[in-house]
């Protein structure tokens, strides 16, 4: 029913007013008696008292304002009369719930025993979880935490790590380099950090030592995709410069390290190795965490892992923060550095098997570390 239907009144003497108002209040009645829930008896409110729409407005509109002035007295009492009683069986009809139906009852009811709706709390993704907890590591040794900007220039990330020219890690093939950047000096031209390491010399380079830091961060590489390797993934670098700063400080931090992070009765050695940045360089190698060290398919029957990168700061890294920080003298500090794969950690300490499983956002992969 919509207040088109509230017709015209052509005439205005008494017996037409009343037959008109009797119809529209038995109407209302009708209306009324249909009532059986909560959500109709809203309707039967706006339809017949709404302020826009309601048919009370209506009559309203069109009787009172056309009605000859001797008629609109006796119009304005039958209009009140009318609204009152719409007003009656409005509220007779909001407290019907008592004399509604039990069917109507029934399907009103809210069923308390039902689960009630679940809403998903979110959870730390594996990868941050991880970088949290090797964060918690070296806070607790009391390393700060730093970072620095994904892209980076050619500077940063090779030249004053003491990548040398022609060095294969400055490669293209390796390395995602910002488009038109040909006429800039080698030094300025843009990437996308290949790793975490420029931000050592960031960091040198706005603080005097002693310097004990840790930057967890993204790095990019023109890798292919495959079980363990991803275009982008994270490392955690370290960094720790003060005088008389030695190998076995270096040892003792790492050993210690992957102890809190893989259980007490881990061992690790020291491999060396090689990095432009540091003198010497070493792999460390922590003992199979999967058959404690006897070997097996996941440590190719070797018992060891290898898991990050170290060494000694080389003294020309040195040498570059020297220039804007002269306290990096290298005859008067030391220091030591390292380096390691997020995705790697995670990895091993979740038995998670694709790297792309931690960027498919999956949410049956995800679940499972809620
Ligand atoms: N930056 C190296 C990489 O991406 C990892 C690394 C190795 C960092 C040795 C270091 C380090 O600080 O001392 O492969």
């Not at 009787?63 to 009683?85: C, V």
């Not at 990019?220 to 400080?249: K, M």
Request: hydrophobic share 40%; with cysteine; net charge neutral.
């Amino acid at each position: 029913m919509t207040n088109v239907d509230i017709p015209n009144l052509t005439a205005f003497d008494e017996a037409a007013l009343e037959q008109a108002f009797a119809a529209l209040a038995k109407e209302a009645s009708d209306d009324a008696a249909a009532l059986t829930n909560p959500a109709a008896v809203e309707a039967f409110r706006l339809q017949w008292l709404g302020r826009k729409q309601g048919r009370l407005n209506e009559v309203s509109a069109r009787w009172l304002k056309a009605a000859p002035s001797e008629a609109k007295k006796s119009l304005g009492q039958r209009f009140n009369a009318l609204k009152k009683h719409v007003e009656e069986l409005l509220e007779a009809g909001a407290g019907a719930g008592s004399t509604w139906s039990d069917s109507a009852l029934a399907a009103e009811a809210i069923d308390i025993t039902l689960p009630g709706t679940q809403r998903l709390l979110g959870a730390e993704h594996p990868i941050t979880r991880t970088l949290n907890e090797i964060t918690q590591v070296f806070a607790a040794l009391g390393y700060s935490v730093g970072g620095g900007p994904e892209v980076e220039t050619d500077y940063y990330n090779f030249e004053c790590m003491n990548f040398p020219p022609g060095h294969p890690a400055r490669d293209t093939q390796d390395t995602l380099v910002i488009a038109n950047q040909e006429r800039r000096p080698l030094r300025d031209r843009l990437l996308l950090r290949t790793h975490t390491s420029p931000v050592q010399m960031r960091t040198m380079e706005s603080q005097p030592p002693p310097v004990r830091i840790i930057i967890p961060g993204k790095v990019h590489r023109n890798d292919a995709q495959d079980a363990t390797h991803s275009p982008i993934f994270h490392q955690v670098e370290g960094l720790c410069v003060d005088t008389n700063i030695t190998f076995s400080d270096l040892k003792g931090t790492l050993d210690h390290a992957m102890k809190a992070l893989f259980g007490s009765s881990v061992k690790t050695r020291f491999f060396p190795s090689f990095f432009p940045f540091t003198e010497p360089s070493a792999d460390v190698q922590i003992s199979c965490i999967f058959c404690g060290g006897k070997g097996c398919r996941k440590c190719k029957q070797s018992g060891w892992i290898e898991l990050l990168g170290c060494g000694m700061v080389d003294p020309a890294v040195f040498a570059f923060a020297a220039q804007k920080q002269p306290a990096y003298d290298p005859r008067k500090i030391s220091g030591f550095a390292f380096g390691m794969g997020v995705e790697r950690i995670a990895m091993m300490k979740y038995g998670i098997s694709e790297i792309g499983q931690f960027y498919a956002g999956d949410m049956r992969f995800l679940g499972q570390f809620a």
